[in-house]
C-alpha cells in the first residue's frame, strides 16, 4: 500500500491523522500565527517530527509549527509526479559508438527534492533529453550497473565493471563512459587500470562535484569531454576526465593511477599527483595530450580482465604517538595487507617495530607510502628507514597510498607468495609508480605571491 | 492608416506613430486623471528589496557592504548556465531563452569579498542569524503570518547573475499587510534571500559580473497587485521603504533599497519592471507601462482584423548583398563592411505596426530590437525598416526589396544585420515577436529608463523555477523566540504619520523624517520640553537642506541633536539657536558644545543688554533712511534685524520682536 504519510513521523504524524490529512492533500491550516495555505509535501526522514511542510502558491517552501496549528482541513489533493522527459536518442552514421556504463551518483542522477530520493537520469534518452549536445560527439548506449553512492564501491563493483568492461570491448565498442560519484572516483579508476590491461579504446571515468539539477552543474560539460575522449581519443587508457579550472574551459584527462581528489568541493578537484595530466579536452580543442607516451588506441581486440581483489587489506595513517595495538589488532583480524603512509620519506615511530615485526611473521604484507603525496618513499635516508625494511616494510617508491591500497588488494587476490607480491607491487602497471618525477610534478603555487596573483588574473584557476 | 499602393509609398511612419498614439488615447501622466487609470485598468504591485545591515554575507563569512571597481580583481571564472528540467519536467521559458543567447558568464573576483561559496565551489554555511532576526522583524512589522520553520529554497536565474544559477532564499511570513492614507495594501510575503552580483558590462555573448555584492542578505517584500494608480504605486514602495528603515537595522545608499514594480492593464498581462531604485520614479514607469500594453492590445486588434488566423502567419526573408542590390541605407553598408550578413525581411500584415506607438518615443520596432539585442546578441542598431522613426529605409531600398521578397501592400519591409552565427537566432526571434503581436502582450521582466520608458530584458520566468536547497537544514522558529523579538519592535509607519500630524509637524518634512527613521529622535527631544513643530521643521527642512550641501562627518549621528538639546536645555539657551549650531556639530559631531557656540560668535546676553542699544538703533535708522514716511513696521524690522543675530538663543525671538514694537510704537 502507498504510504501516504511519507516521512511524518511521531508527533507530526499523529496531528496528521487527527486532522485526517494526507501528503500532497491541499489544506488551510488555522494557526496561532494565522492562516496558511498550502500543498503538504513529504518530509526529509531526518528532520524532527514537530513541522509539516507546505508548498505555498509562489512555489516556495514553508514548515508549520503542529503546535501553533488549531485546525486543519485538506481542500483538494495534487500528486505531483516526477519524470525526466525523454527524448529518443539519435543514430548518426559515422560517429563512434560509446557506452556509458552506470554506477550511481551525482552525473547520472537528479535528486528528488521532495523525498531526498535519487532519481537516476540514465537512459540515453533521458541523457539526450539534458545535454542534447551528446548527439553531436557519439552514437550514445548506456547499461546500468548499480545504483550506488560513490562511497558504496567496492571490491565486488571493481570486479563486475572491469567484466562488464571487458565484454563492451569484445562487442565492439570504440569507447567506455564510466558514470561515478566522485569520492572515489580514483579508487575506481585505480582497480580498473590494474584490471583491465592492454585496453584497445579509451575507458573514461567521469562524475561532477555540482549535481546536474543545478544551472551551473559540471556535469554536463564532464560528460561531453568524456565522450568526446572515449569516442574520439587516441589515449587507450583507463583516464580521469574532470574540470581542469574551475571554470567552464576544459577538462583534464588523469591517468587512473596518479589522480587524486585533492579539494572537498571545487570543481577542479581532481589532480594528477607528482606528474603532469595525461592531456586537456574541450569540445573545440579536442584531446590535447600533454604527455608524448601513452597507449595507443587499436583495431584488435586484445583485452586482458584480471578480476581478482583480496579485501583483507587496509591502510594505516601513521601520526605521532600511534600504539602498536593499531597493527596486532589488523594482524589478529587476518588481515593479509597493510599500506603505510607514513610521514617524511616513509617513517614511523619506534614503539610500533615490535608489531612491525610480528606483523611480518605472520605473514602480512606491508608497503610503505607517504601522507605528503607528492614525492618517493626514499628509506635509506635515515636508520629508522633502514631499521624498518630490515622488519620487513617494502617502500613502494612513489605509488599514492589510494592506489597503493587498491593494488595490493589486487595483487594478493591473485598470490600469496612474498617475493611475487614484491614483485607485481613494484612493477608499474600504468604509471602507478613512475622512475622519475617531472619538476612540473609537483606544482602548489602559494596565493598572495605577486607573480602568482598575476598568473591566477590572467589565467583561471 | 493610409492605403497603398506599394510597400513603403508615401508613408509617413512619424505620422502614424501620432495617429496610433492618439487612436489608443495615450495620455501623458501629468494630465492623466484616475478616470483615465480606470479606462484602461491600471493595476499594479510591488517587490521591495532591501538590503540588512550585517557584518557578514548571507551564506558564507564573507564581509557584506564591502565593494570594489570593476578593475580591481585578483582573478576570472567562466560560467555557462544551462536550463534544467523544472519538477514538473519542462524546460522554463526564461531558461530557453537565456539558453539560446549562448552568453560566456565572466566573473571578477576579489579576494577580500568574495571566497569559494560565492563561486559555488563550496556548499553553504549556515545562516546568518543576524540577518534572520532583522528580516523576522520586519516581517512582524509588515503583519505576516510567521512561518514555524524556514525552508531554504533555490530560484533559478539563468542570467549568471548568481554564479550557482539560482538564489538561496526562503519565506519568512505570508499575508500581510500595510496602511496607506486611504487604503490598506495586502502583502504575499516575505523572503530573505542573497544578493545577486553588479553587472559590469554585457556586449555581444559576453557579459561581465562583479562579485562584491553577491550573498549580501537582502529582504523582499511581495504586495498583491493592489495599487490601482501609479501614486498608489509610490505611497506603498514609500510606506514599505520607510517600515524597512523604522528598525534602523536596513542598509541605506545607492542600490540598498531596489524595487520591481507588476503592471498590468485591463486584457494586459503581468509585466515586470526590474530594479527601480528610486520611488520617483515609479508613477512614470507605471504609468508608461501601462499604456504600453494597451498599445499592444490594439496592435493584436489590428492584426486579428486583418488575419483572424494567425497560426499559419509566417515572415519571408532574403539573405542579400547590399552591393549586389545597390541598397543605399548607410547604416546596413557600414555593418556589410565590418562583415555581418544582411538579411531582408518581409512581413506580411504588419504595415503600419512597426512604426506604431508604444511608448513616449518608442513603436513595435522597439519591441522587435530590444529583443534582437537580449536573445540574439546583436547590439543596437539591429533592424530598420520602411517605418523606421530614426533611419527609415529609402522608398528605393523599399521598393527593391519588396521586389526581392515578392511583398505585398500589407507587408512591412525590414532589414537586420548580425554576425553570421548569430542570424539563425535573429530570425527565429523576429518571428515569434512578431506572432506574439497576435496574441497581445508578452509576459516579460523589462529594464527601467531614466525618461520613464523600459526596455526588454528577458521572458518572465514562471513558477517552476523553484526548488528545495538540498544543501542546508530548516530551521525552526520557537515561540518564545518569535515573542521576544515581537516585544521590541518599533512603531507602526501609519501610527507614525498620525503622530506627526497630531504634533503639528509640517506635512512636506514627513516623508524625509520617516525616511531618515527621525521620529524617535524628535520625541526624544520633545520628551525635553521643545516645541513639536520647532524639532520637526529643524530636522524636515534645516537638516534636509543641510544634508544636501555640507559633508557629514562620520562621527555624526542623529542622536548628537538629541544632545545638542539637552545641552541647550541644561544651559538655559533658547532653542532657536539650535539652527545655527546645527550645520556645525554636523560637520564637527566631536567638538564640545561650548566650543560650538565660540565658533558661532554666540555671546550671553541678558534682556536688559540687548535691549540697550533700541533707542540708538531707531535713531540710526532715521539717519540712514531716506524716505520720509517711514511706517513704524519698517522701523521695528530693521531694529529687529541688527539684533537677531545676537539675541538668538538669549531670548524668544518673538518676546525681543514685541518689546521693540513697544518701544517704537
Given at each position: 500500500?502507498?504510504?501516504?504519510?511519507?516521512?511524518?513521523?511521531?508527533?507530526?504524524?499523529?496531528?496528521?491523522?487527527?486532522?485526517?490529512?494526507?501528503?500532497?492533500?491541499?489544506?488551510?491550516?488555522?494557526?496561532?500565527?494565522?492562516?496558511?495555505?498550502?500543498?503538504?509535501?513529504?518530509?526529509?526522514?531526518?528532520?524532527?517530527?514537530?513541522?509539516?511542510?507546505?508548498?505555498?502558491?509562489?512555489?516556495?517552501?514553508?514548515?508549520?509549527?503542529?503546535?501553533?496549528?488549531?485546525?486543519?482541513?485538506?481542500?483538494?489533493?495534487?500528486?505531483?509526479?516526477?519524470?525526466?522527459?525523454?527524448?529518443?536518442?539519435?543514430?548518426?552514421?559515422?560517429?563512434?559508438?560509446?557506452?556509458?556504463?552506470?554506477?550511481?551518483?551525482?552525473?547520472?542522477?537528479?535528486?528528488?527534492?521532495?523525498?531526498?530520493?535519487?532519481?537516476?537520469?540514465?537512459?540515453?534518452?533521458?541523457?539526450?533529453?539534458?545535454?542534447?549536445?551528446?548527439?553531436?560527439?557519439?552514437?550514445?548506449?548506456?547499461?546500468?550497473?548499480?545504483?550506488?553512492?560513490?562511497?558504496?564501491?567496492?571490491?565486488?563493483?571493481?570486479?563486475?565493471?572491469?567484466?562488464?568492461?571487458?565484454?563492451?570491448?569484445?562487442?565492439?565498442?570504440?569507447?567506455?563512459?564510466?558514470?561515478?560519484?566522485?569520492?572515489?572516483?580514483?579508487?575506481?579508476?585505480?582497480?580498473?587500470?590494474?584490471?583491465?590491461?592492454?585496453?584497445?579504446?579509451?575507458?573514461?571515468?567521469?562524475?561532477?562535484?555540482?549535481?546536474?539539477?543545478?544551472?551551473?552543474?559540471?556535469?554536463?560539460?564532464?560528460?561531453?569531454?568524456?565522450?568526446?575522449?572515449?569516442?574520439?581519443?587516441?589515449?587507450?587508457?583507463?583516464?580521469?576526465?574532470?574540470?581542469?579550472?574551475?571554470?567552464?574551459?576544459?577538462?583534464?584527462?588523469?591517468?587512473?593511477?596518479?589522480?587524486?581528489?585533492?579539494?572537498?568541493?571545487?570543481?577542479?578537484?581532481?589532480?594528477?599527483?607528482?606528474?603532469?595530466?595525461?592531456?586537456?579536452?574541450?569540445?573545440?580543442?579536442?584531446?590535447?595530450?600533454?604527455?608524448?607516451?601513452?597507449?595507443?588506441?587499436?583495431?584488435?581486440?586484445?583485452?586482458?580482465?584480471?578480476?581478482?581483489?583480496?579485501?583483507?587489506?587496509?591502510?594505516?595513517?601513521?601520526?605521532?604517538?600511534?600504539?602498536?595495538?593499531?597493527?596486532?589488532?589488523?594482524?589478529?583480524?587476518?588481515?593479509?595487507?597493510?599500506?603505510?603512509?607514513?610521514?617524511?620519506?616513509?617513517?614511523?615511530?619506534?614503539?610500533?617495530?615490535?608489531?612491525?615485526?610480528?606483523?611480518?611473521?605472520?605473514?602480512?604484507?606491508?608497503?610503505?607510502?607517504?601522507?605528503?603525496?607528492?614525492?618517493?618513499?626514499?628509506?635509506?635516508?635515515?636508520?629508522?628507514?633502514?631499521?624498518?625494511?630490515?622488519?620487513?616494510?617494502?617502500?613502494?617508491?612513489?605509488?599514492?597510498?589510494?592506489?597503493?591500497?587498491?593494488?595490493?588488494?589486487?595483487?594478493?587476490?591473485?598470490?600469496?607468495?612474498?617475493?611475487?607480491?614484491?614483485?607485481?607491487?613494484?612493477?608499474?602497471?600504468?604509471?602507478?609508480?613512475?622512475?622519475?618525477?617531472?619538476?612540473?610534478?609537483?606544482?602548489?603555487?602559494?596565493?598572495?605571491?605577486?607573480?602568482?596573483?598575476?598568473?591566477?588574473?590572467?589565467?583561471?584557476? | 492608416?493610409?492605403?497603398?499602393?506599394?510597400?513603403?509609398?508615401?508613408?509617413?511612419?512619424?505620422?502614424?506613430?501620432?495617429?496610433?498614439?492618439?487612436?489608443?488615447?495615450?495620455?501623458?501622466?501629468?494630465?492623466?486623471?484616475?478616470?483615465?487609470?480606470?479606462?484602461?485598468?491600471?493595476?499594479?504591485?510591488?517587490?521591495?528589496?532591501?538590503?540588512?545591515?550585517?557584518?557578514?554575507?548571507?551564506?558564507?563569512?564573507?564581509?557584506?557592504?564591502?565593494?570594489?571597481?570593476?578593475?580591481?580583481?585578483?582573478?576570472?571564472?567562466?560560467?555557462?548556465?544551462?536550463?534544467?528540467?523544472?519538477?514538473?519536467?519542462?524546460?522554463?521559458?526564461?531558461?530557453?531563452?537565456?539558453?539560446?543567447?549562448?552568453?560566456?558568464?565572466?566573473?571578477?573576483?576579489?579576494?577580500?569579498?568574495?571566497?569559494?561559496?560565492?563561486?559555488?565551489?563550496?556548499?553553504?554555511?549556515?545562516?546568518?542569524?543576524?540577518?534572520?532576526?532583522?528580516?523576522?522583524?520586519?516581517?512582524?512589522?509588515?503583519?505576516?503570518?510567521?512561518?514555524?520553520?524556514?525552508?531554504?529554497?533555490?530560484?533559478?536565474?539563468?542570467?549568471?547573475?548568481?554564479?550557482?544559477?539560482?538564489?538561496?532564499?526562503?519565506?519568512?511570513?505570508?499575508?500581510?499587510?500595510?496602511?496607506?492614507?486611504?487604503?490598506?495594501?495586502?502583502?504575499?510575503?516575505?523572503?530573505?534571500?542573497?544578493?545577486?552580483?553588479?553587472?559590469?558590462?554585457?556586449?555581444?555573448?559576453?557579459?561581465?559580473?562583479?562579485?562584491?555584492?553577491?550573498?549580501?542578505?537582502?529582504?523582499?517584500?511581495?504586495?498583491?497587485?493592489?495599487?490601482?494608480?501609479?501614486?498608489?504605486?509610490?505611497?506603498?514602495?514609500?510606506?514599505?521603504?520607510?517600515?524597512?528603515?523604522?528598525?534602523?537595522?536596513?542598509?541605506?545608499?545607492?542600490?540598498?533599497?531596489?524595487?520591481?514594480?507588476?503592471?498590468?492593464?485591463?486584457?494586459?498581462?503581468?509585466?515586470?519592471?526590474?530594479?527601480?531604485?528610486?520611488?520617483?520614479?515609479?508613477?512614470?514607469?507605471?504609468?508608461?507601462?501601462?499604456?504600453?500594453?494597451?498599445?499592444?492590445?490594439?496592435?493584436?486588434?489590428?492584426?486579428?482584423?486583418?488575419?483572424?488566423?494567425?497560426?499559419?502567419?509566417?515572415?519571408?526573408?532574403?539573405?542579400?548583398?547590399?552591393?549586389?542590390?545597390?541598397?543605399?541605407?548607410?547604416?546596413?553598408?557600414?555593418?556589410?563592411?565590418?562583415?555581418?550578413?544582411?538579411?531582408?525581411?518581409?512581413?506580411?500584415?504588419?504595415?503600419?505596426?512597426?512604426?506604431?506607438?508604444?511608448?513616449?518615443?518608442?513603436?513595435?520596432?522597439?519591441?522587435?530590437?530590444?529583443?534582437?539585442?537580449?536573445?540574439?546578441?546583436?547590439?543596437?542598431?539591429?533592424?530598420?525598416?520602411?517605418?523606421?522613426?530614426?533611419?527609415?529605409?529609402?522608398?528605393?531600398?523599399?521598393?527593391?526589396?519588396?521586389?526581392?521578397?515578392?511583398?505585398?501592400?500589407?507587408?512591412?519591409?525590414?532589414?537586420?544585420?548580425?554576425?553570421?552565427?548569430?542570424?539563425?537566432?535573429?530570425?527565429?526571434?523576429?518571428?515569434?515577436?512578431?506572432?506574439?503581436?497576435?496574441?497581445?502582450?508578452?509576459?516579460?521582466?523589462?529594464?527601467?529608463?531614466?525618461?520613464?520608458?523600459?526596455?526588454?530584458?528577458?521572458v518572465l520566468p514562471g513558477a517552476d523555477r523553484m526548488y528545495p536547497d538540498t544543501d542546508s537544514a530548516p530551521i525552526p522558529l520557537e515561540e518564545a523566540y518569535i515573542e521576544k523579538l515581537r516585544d521590541r519592535l518599533p512603531t507602526d509607519i501609519w501610527v507614525r504619520y498620525q503622530q506627526l500630524a497630531q504634533l503639528q509637524i509640517p506635512e512636506d518634512t514627513h516623508a524625509f523624517l520617516l525616511r531618515r527613521n527621525l521620529v524617535p529622535i524628535i520625541e526624544e527631544i520633545v520628551a525635553l520640553g521643545f516645541p513639536s513643530r520647532f524639532v520637526g521643521t529643524l530636522l524636515g527642512h534645516t537638516l534636509k537642506r543641510i544634508e544636501g550641501i555640507l559633508p557629514r562627518h562620520i562621527n555624526f549621528s542623529y542622536n548628537r541633536i538629541v544632545e545638542l538639546f539637552r545641552f541647550i536645555k541644561e544651559n538655559n539657551l533658547h532653542h532657536a539657536l539650535s539652527k545655527v549650531m546645527l550645520p556645525v556639530i554636523y560637520q564637527h559631531p566631536n567638538m564640545d558644545f561650548n566650543s560650538v557656540l565660540t565658533s558661532i560668535?554666540?555671546?550671553?546676553?541678558?534682556?536688559?543688554?540687548?535691549?540697550?542699544?533700541?533707542?540708538?538703533?531707531?535713531?540710526?535708522?532715521?539717519?540712514?533712511?531716506?524716505?520720509?514716511?517711514?511706517?513704524?513696521?519698517?522701523?521695528?524690522?530693521?531694529?529687529?534685524?541688527?539684533?537677531?543675530?545676537?539675541?538668538?538663543?538669549?531670548?524668544?525671538?518673538?518676546?525681543?520682536?514685541?518689546?521693540?514694537?513697544?518701544?517704537?510704537?
Amino acid at each position: 500500500m502507498e504510504d501516504i504519510f511519507q516521512g511524518y513521523k511521531g508527533k507530526a504524524l499523529d496531528v496528521l491523522k487527527k486532522f485526517n490529512v494526507r501528503v500532497w492533500g491541499k489544506v488551510v491550516i488555522e494557526t496561532t500565527r494565522g492562516e496558511f495555505q498550502g500543498t503538504v509535501l513529504p518530509r526529509a526522514e531526518n528532520d524532527d517530527d514537530t513541522h509539516i511542510v507546505l508548498k505555498i502558491a509562489t512555489g516556495y517552501n514553508i514548515g508549520i509549527d503542529i503546535f501553533t496549528i488549531k485546525s486543519m482541513k485538506e481542500v483538494g489533493y495534487y500528486k505531483a509526479t516526477y519524470k525526466i522527459p525523454e527524448k529518443e536518442f539519435p543514430y548518426t552514421p559515422n560517429l563512434p559508438k560509446v557506452k556509458l556504463l552506470g554506477t550511481g551518483g551525482t552525473i547520472a542522477s537528479r535528486l528528488d527534492y521532495r523525498t531526498g530520493a535519487v532519481i537516476p537520469a540514465f537512459s540515453p534518452g533521458e541523457l539526450y533529453g539534458a545535454v542534447p549536445e551528446l548527439a553531436n560527439i557519439c552514437n550514445l548506449t548506456t547499461e546500468k550497473l548499480f545504483a550506488v553512492f560513490s562511497e558504496n564501491m567496492g571490491p565486488e563493483q571493481y570486479k563486475a565493471l572491469a567484466i562488464a568492461i571487458g565484454k563492451e570491448i569484445e562487442n565492439g565498442v570504440d569507447g567506455i563512459i564510466i558514470g561515478h560519484g566522485t569520492d572515489t572516483l580514483s579508487h575506481t579508476a585505480a582497480a580498473l587500470t590494474f584490471m583491465v590491461q592492454n585496453s584497445p579504446i579509451p575507458i573514461v571515468l567521469v562524475g561532477s562535484q555540482r549535481s546536474s539539477d543545478r544551472p551551473s552543474s559540471d556535469a554536463a560539460l564532464n560528460l561531453m569531454h568524456a565522450a568526446y575522449t572515449a569516442g574520439h581519443s587516441d589515449i587507450a587508457e583507463v583516464m580521469v576526465c574532470m574540470f581542469g579550472p574551475t571554470s567552464d574551459e576544459y577538462g583534464f584527462l588523469h591517468r587512473g593511477t596518479r589522480v587524486r581528489k585533492m579539494h572537498s568541493s571545487y570543481r577542479s578537484t581532481f589532480r594528477t599527483i607528482s606528474d603532469t595530466p595525461l592531456a586537456t579536452v574541450n569540445l573545440k580543442d579536442g584531446v590535447r595530450p600533454i604527455k608524448d607516451v601513452y597507449n595507443h588506441r587499436r583495431k584488435d581486440r586484445n583485452v586482458k580482465i584480471l578480476p581478482y581483489f583480496e579485501e583483507k587489506v587496509s591502510i594505516v595513517y601513521y601520526y605521532p604517538n600511534m600504539k602498536p595495538d593499531i597493527i596486532d589488532s589488523l594482524v589478529d583480524n587476518g588481515y593479509r595487507g597493510i599500506i603505510i603512509a607514513g610521514t617524511g620519506l616513509g617513517h614511523v615511530n619506534k614503539p610500533l617495530y615490535p608489531a612491525i615485526e610480528r606483523a611480518t611473521k605472520r605473514g602480512v604484507h606491508m608497503f610503505m607510502t607517504v601522507q605528503t603525496l607528492w614525492g618517493y618513499a626514499h628509506m635509506y635516508v635515515y636508520d629508522t628507514g633502514r631499521d624498518l625494511m630490515a622488519k620487513g616494510i617494502i617502500p613502494a617508491e612513489n605509488m599514492l597510498p589510494e592506489t597503493a591500497y587498491i593494488k595490493l588488494g589486487w595483487v594478493l587476490g591473485q598470490t600469496d607468495d612474498p617475493k611475487e607480491v614484491k614483485r607485481l607491487m613494484l612493477t608499474p602497471i600504468n604509471d602507478e609508480i613512475t622512475p622519475r618525477e617531472p619538476y612540473n610534478g609537483y606544482l602548489i603555487y602559494q596565493g598572495g605571491v605577486p607573480e602568482v596573483e598575476e598568473f591566477i588574473r590572467k589565467f583561471r584557476k | 492608416m493610409a492605403k497603398k499602393q506599394e510597400p513603403g509609398k508615401h508613408f509617413d511612419p512619424h505620422k502614424n506613430y501620432r495617429d496610433t498614439q492618439k487612436a489608443i488615447g495615450y495620455v501623458s501622466r501629468a494630465e492623466t486623471t484616475r478616470k483615465d487609470y480606470e479606462r484602461i485598468g491600471f493595476k499594479s504591485g510591488l517587490e521591495v528589496h532591501q538590503q540588512l545591515k550585517t557584518k557578514q554575507k548571507l551564506f558564507c563569512r564573507c564581509p557584506a557592504g564591502l565593494f570594489h571597481a570593476d578593475n580591481d580583481y585578483h582573478a576570472e571564472i567562466i560560467r555557462h548556465m544551462r536550463p534544467t528540467l523544472s519538477e514538473m519536467g519542462e524546460y522554463d521559458g526564461t531558461a530557453l531563452m537565456e539558453f539560446k543567447t549562448r552568453k560566456e558568464i565572466v566573473y571578477r573576483i576579489n579576494n577580500k569579498t568574495t571566497c569559494t561559496y560565492e563561486i559555488d565551489d563550496t556548499p553553504p554555511f549556515p545562516i546568518n542569524r543576524e540577518a534572520l532576526e532583522i528580516a523576522l522583524e520586519i516581517s512582524l512589522l509588515c503583519k505576516f503570518n510567521i512561518v514555524g520553520e524556514v525552508h531554504i529554497t533555490r530560484k533559478q536565474y539563468l542570467d549568471g547573475s548568481i554564479p550557482t544559477g539560482f538564489q538561496r532564499t526562503a519565506i519568512l511570513g505570508v499575508e500581510g499587510g500595510i496602511q496607506l492614507k486611504n487604503k490598506k495594501i495586502g502583502l504575499i510575503q516575505l523572503s530573505i534571500e542573497e544578493d545577486a552580483c553588479r553587472e559590469i558590462s554585457d556586449i555581444g555573448h559576453r557579459r561581465i559580473y562583479k562579485t562584491d555584492r553577491l550573498g549580501m542578505p537582502l529582504i523582499e517584500t511581495v504586495t498583491h497587485p493592489h495599487c490601482l494608480t501609479p501614486d498608489e504605486l509610490r505611497e506603498a514602495a514609500d510606506y514599505i521603504r520607510f517600515l524597512n528603515r523604522s528598525t534602523g537595522k536596513v542598509r541605506t545608499g545607492i542600490g540598498a533599497a531596489r524595487q520591481d514594480t507588476n503592471v498590468s492593464c485591463e486584457g494586459g498581462t503581468r509585466v515586470e519592471i526590474k530594479g527601480v531604485s528610486h520611488n520617483k520614479w515609479l508613477p512614470e514607469l507605471s504609468h508608461n507601462e501601462c499604456f504600453r500594453q494597451w498599445a499592444l492590445l490594439h496592435i493584436r486588434e489590428i492584426l486579428l482584423k486583418r488575419n483572424p488566423l494567425p497560426d499559419k502567419w509566417t515572415m519571408r526573408h532574403i539573405e542579400i548583398d547590399p552591393f549586389a542590390t545597390n541598397l543605399e541605407h548607410p547604416v546596413a553598408l557600414k555593418f556589410f563592411e565590418m562583415g555581418y550578413r544582411i538579411v531582408a525581411l518581409a512581413l506580411p500584415l504588419f504595415h503600419g505596426i512597426l512604426s506604431h506607438f508604444t511608448q513616449p518615443g518608442k513603436c513595435f520596432t522597439n519591441e522587435l530590437s530590444d529583443r534582437l539585442k537580449v536573445i540574439a546578441c546583436i547590439e543596437r542598431p539591429n533592424i530598420t525598416s520602411n517605418e523606421d522613426l530614426e533611419m527609415p529605409l529609402s522608398e528605393n531600398d523599399t521598393t527593391k526589396l519588396a521586389s526581392l521578397l515578392k511583398a505585398s501592400p500589407d507587408d512591412t519591409i525590414a532589414l537586420i544585420w548580425g554576425p553570421a552565427d548569430d542570424i539563425p537566432t535573429a530570425l527565429e526571434t523576429i518571428e515569434e515577436r512578431c506572432r506574439m503581436a497576435f496574441e497581445g502582450v508578452p509576459r516579460e521582466t523589462r529594464r527601467p529608463l531614466p525618461d520613464g520608458t523600459t526596455l526588454f530584458e528577458r521572458v518572465l520566468p514562471g513558477a517552476d523555477r523553484m526548488y528545495p536547497d538540498t544543501d542546508s537544514a530548516p530551521i525552526p522558529l520557537e515561540e518564545a523566540y518569535i515573542e521576544k523579538l515581537r516585544d521590541r519592535l518599533p512603531t507602526d509607519i501609519w501610527v507614525r504619520y498620525q503622530q506627526l500630524a497630531q504634533l503639528q509637524i509640517p506635512e512636506d518634512t514627513h516623508a524625509f523624517l520617516l525616511r531618515r527613521n527621525l521620529v524617535p529622535i524628535i520625541e526624544e527631544i520633545v520628551a525635553l520640553g521643545f516645541p513639536s513643530r520647532f524639532v520637526g521643521t529643524l530636522l524636515g527642512h534645516t537638516l534636509k537642506r543641510i544634508e544636501g550641501i555640507l559633508p557629514r562627518h562620520i562621527n555624526f549621528s542623529y542622536n548628537r541633536i538629541v544632545e545638542l538639546f539637552r545641552f541647550i536645555k541644561e544651559n538655559n539657551l533658547h532653542h532657536a539657536l539650535s539652527k545655527v549650531m546645527l550645520p556645525v556639530i554636523y560637520q564637527h559631531p566631536n567638538m564640545d558644545f561650548n566650543s560650538v557656540l565660540t565658533s558661532i560668535n554666540f555671546k550671553r546676553k541678558t534682556e536688559e543688554e540687548l535691549l540697550a542699544p533700541v533707542d540708538y538703533l531707531i535713531e540710526k535708522f532715521k539717519e540712514i533712511k531716506i524716505a520720509k514716511k517711514d511706517k513704524p513696521e519698517n522701523v521695528v524690522n530693521w531694529v529687529m534685524g541688527q539684533l537677531q543675530r545676537q539675541a538668538l538663543g538669549n531670548i524668544d525671538p518673538a518676546v525681543l520682536f514685541s518689546k521693540i514694537k513697544s518701544k517704537v510704537m
